[in-house]
């Protein structure tokens, strides 16, 4: 087929291609984004949020990977010296800290508990557990199948009652021809 494209199209192609079956799914884009969110918020209590730090996500084709800001290994060592506690309160804090925050959001999305599944869970499954048939996807997929099932049960009768009208008719050919030629004969043509 790639011979049969011009080189535009197999770069359209391409570019489709990488982007994935995932790309602008808003179960993911909602996981991402929640993701962001906590990255930024600052603590209700007080302290400090990650950029106050020197740290924030790069620019967007490093896909939020956490940087440095120009002077932000400066700033997180000088704020390491001057408040050690509030540093710590923003990762480690039960209620409110980033590994609390960025822990209850992955649960939301992909905890494997039959009890409260993820969103994931809800969509797909795990394999081995309960939710591996007791999702979204495997009833799309299931009724999908029986759809199919049925189409081929009536393409099945249709073809049956097709040939039969074609047997019948072959039938009654036969018989017309067989008339003609005894009539064709008695006549003496």
Same mark, same amino acid.
């Given at each position: 087929?790639?011979?049969? /494209? ?5 770069? @359209?192609? &391409?570019e $489709?291609? +990488? &982007?994935g079956?995932?790309?602008r ?12 969110t906590?990255?930024?918020?600052k603590? =209700?209590?007080?302290?400090y949020? @990650?950029?106050? #730090?020197?740290?924030?996500?790069? *620019?967007?084709?490093? +896909?939020?990977? #956490?940087?440095?800001?120009?002077d932000g &290994? ?13 540093i ?13 925050? @960025? ?7 992909? $905890? ?22 007791? *999702? ?10 029986? $759809?199919?099932?049925?189409? $081929? ?15 019948? /008719?072959?039938?009654?050919? =036969?018989?017309?021809?067989?008339q ?6 008695? /006549?003496? /043509?």
């Amino acid at each position: 087929q790639k011979k049969e /494209m011009s080189e535009r199209e197999i770069e @359209l192609w &391409e570019e $489709k291609a +990488k &982007e994935g079956l995932l790309h602008r799914d808003s179960t993911i884009q909602t996981f991402l984004q929640s993701m962001r969110t906590a990255l930024y918020q600052k603590p =209700s209590s007080g302290g400090y949020a @990650l950029y106050e #730090l020197g740290i924030e996500t790069g *620019n967007w084709e490093s +896909k939020g990977q #956490l940087v440095f800001t120009t002077d932000g &290994e400066a700033k997180l060592r000088q704020m390491l010296e001057n408040d050690p506690t509030g540093i710590i309160q923003l990762f480690t804090d039960p209620e409110e800290g980033l590994s609390t925050k @960025l822990s209850t959001i992955i649960n939301d999305t992909a $905890k494997t508990s039959s009890g409260s599944p993820g969103t994931l869970v809800q969509i797909a499954g795990v394999k081995g557990l309960a939710s591996e048939k007791d *999702n979204s996807l495997y009833d799309q997929l299931k009724a999908i199948d029986n $759809k199919i099932a049925t189409l $081929k049960r009536t393409y099945e009768m249709e073809k049956t009652r097709y040939w039969k009208q074609f047997t019948t /008719m072959e039938q009654l050919i =036969s018989n017309m021809n067989t008339q003609s030629s005894y009539l064709a004969q008695m /006549m003496g /043509m």
